[in-house]
Structures are given as structure tokens and as C-alpha cells.
């Protein structure tokens, strides 16, 4: 199992920017499809975007398309989701997760590995 670490939410106003960070602790981090999964309060978990282990294809949701980039480092095993132009429906606990394969990528139950989450609040 890989260890992923979520860091940069926090509070922006609506239109503003953030940056996200998930570090994996395993040295197979290049084999890992990595994605990015949000949950707003009473709402169930979303997928948000997914980028393939060496990091050439992605995947994004319609509601970010356009505004979110995910990218990754294999040589540091880290992800990232840069998001601009962030909207108060943005507003989630963002959670990074990896899995072994691209098929199913949408779905939260075919990830084996998930981090802690990090809270973002956009406010209008």
C-alpha cells in the first residue's frame, strides 16, 4: 500500500486559486494511477481527475474541466491539482487516491489507497 499525505487547502475567495499536493511514501509510485476525489458535506464522494502513472493521459470531471490541471512528479512521488477560477460549489474535502490500472478510474471503490483529505472553502 502507498501512504498519501494531502496538503494546500484552505480558505479563497470565489475566482481565486489553490494548489494542491498529495506525496506518496513507495518507491512503485510511476506504476499508480493517481487521482483526485472530492466530498462536500451530505454529498457522496466525486471524482475530480486522474492522471495515468507516467503521467501522459488525463482525466478530468465536466464540472472542472478547463480549470483544474492534474500533474505528477514520479521522480519525487508527488501529484498536484492546481485549480483556478474556483467556484463556492468547489467547496470539498479533497481526497488523493492511487490504484493499479486506468480502467474504472471514475470510481471511488476500485482505489485501494486514499490520504486523510484536506478541506477547501471558496467563498462567494
Known amino acids: 500500500q502507498a501512504r498519501l499525505v494531502e496538503s494546500g487547502g484552505g480558505l479563497v475567495q470565489a475566482g481565486g486559486s489553490l494548489r494542491l499536493s498529495c506525496a506518496a511514501s513507495r518507491r512503485t509510485f510511476s506504476t499508480y494511477t493517481m487521482a483526485w476525489f472530492r466530498q462536500a458535506p451530505g454529498k457522496e464522494r466525486e471524482f475530480v481527475a486522474a492522471?495515468?502513472?507516467?503521467?501522459?493521459?488525463?482525466h478530468y470531471a465536466d464540472s472542472v474541466k478547463g480549470r483544474f490541471t492534474i500533474s505528477r512528479d514520479n521522480s519525487k512521488g508527488m501529484m498536484y491539482l492546481q485549480m483556478n477560477t474556483l467556484k463556492p460549489e468547489d467547496t470539498a474535502v479533497y481526497y488523493c487516491?492511487?490504484?493499479?490500472?486506468?480502467?474504472?478510474?471514475?470510481?471511488?471503490?476500485?482505489?485501494?489507497?486514499w490520504g486523510q483529505g484536506t478541506q477547501v472553502t471558496v467563498s462567494s
Open positions: 492522471i495515468r502513472g507516467s503521467g501522459g493521459t488525463m
Open positions: 487516491a492511487a490504484r493499479i490500472g486506468w480502467g474504472e478510474r471514475l470510481l471511488a471503490e476500485s482505489y485501494d489507497d
